[in-house]
């Protein structure tokens, strides 16, 4: 019989039962002591102050340098999205989330309505 099966071997002599993990201060903490907390937001703090570029995409066109240079005030852009479907939100140049443009006190802002998990 394995000290695995055997009910007498103490726990910390068993492979495979305790994980040892390292607190934000250094020292060792266990799932046994009860040592591993929740994450907050204030975990984060570090990278509060990272800046990230945020963009909302309604939609893209493609056409000529030339007739770009006629656009004017009020000129109106065919857009390859239909009025009422997701805009794409995109964090430093790569898709997180799907969303819906809103008015918030006379300006317009974006409400995520899909989160985009990547594939890595």
Known sequence: ??????????DKTRPGLTLDMMDAEGRKSTLEDGGIQPRTAGDLEAVFDVPVKVAAVL???RMQVADLLKL????????????????????????????????VDDRLGVTMTEIIKSDK
């Open 1 to 10: 019989m394995s000290d695995i099966d055997d009910p007498e071997t103490d």
């Open 59 to 61: 939609g893209q066109a």
């Open 72 to 103: 004017n005030q009020g000129t109106v852009l065919e857009l390859d999205r239909k009025v009422g479907e997701a805009i794409d939100i995109y964090v430093n140049d790569r898709l997180v989330a799907r969303g819906e443009v809103v008015l």
